[in-house]
């Protein structure tokens, strides 16, 4: 018989709680390794799955799991209020169509990677297509936690456990 557990975190560790998949949907937008690595965990961690890629040659290619849905532009047909959508390369030339798409629909978080030391190319490419300043703000930069990540998976992982703690409207880290 399992012990009933008042803190959802203990009851999870104690694998108390039912997996919840399919309430929320995290898109990554552009096949690369931490696209891979971001759907691969998000799967595992209830998320559905999406890989925006606009090259589709890019992916023909490549197996992809059954879970994942493929598509080769944001829409609102899955980015809806629940979704995150994760631009994991700031240089594609499609960057500026790609996020004003993903602003048109009502996505609850859309961040694109890249360092904070470098200009944000985002930000010319959406004012270049006419997007007003407040949708351009609704993207963020820097994206995850700042963890010292330098590999696909560790990027992945902190992306990941930035979207788990604004989800939770929590700041993230080691401070309770």
Same mark, same amino acid.
């Given at each position: 018989m399992a012990h009933q557990h008042p803190d959802p975190a203990? %009851? %999870?560790a104690h694998d108390d709680l039912p997996a919840q998949h399919g309430a929320r949907t995290l898109v990554a937008v552009f096949a690369s390794p931490v696209a891979e =690595? &971001?759907?691969h965990f998000g799967h595992d961690l209830g998320y559905r799955t999406v &890989? @925006?890629?606009? !090259?589709l040659h890019r992916v023909e290619s490549v197996s992809r799991p !059954?879970? &994942?849905r493929l598509a080769s532009t944001v829409d609102p047909s899955f980015a809806d209020g629940d979704v995150d959508v994760v631009v994991t390369d700031h240089d594609r030339p499609e &960057?500026?169509?790609i996020l004003d798409a993903a602003l048109q629909t009502r996505a609850r978080w859309i961040g694109v990677m890249g360092s904070p030391r470098h200009? %944000?190319? =985002? @930000?010319a490419a959406l004012r270049e297509r006419g997007v007003d300043e407040t949708a351009v703000a609704r993207v963020h930069r820097p994206i995850g936690l700042n963890i010292g990540s330098r590999t696909p998976a560790e990027i992945a992982v902190a992306t990941l456990a930035g979207l788990i703690a !604004?989800?939770?409207a929590r700041p993230g880290g080691f401070a309770f």
């Open positions: 203990c %009851a %999870a =690595h &971001l759907l &890989l @925006v890629e606009p !090259d !059954d879970h &994942l &960057l500026g169509a200009t %944000a190319p =985002h @930000v !604004d989800r939770n």
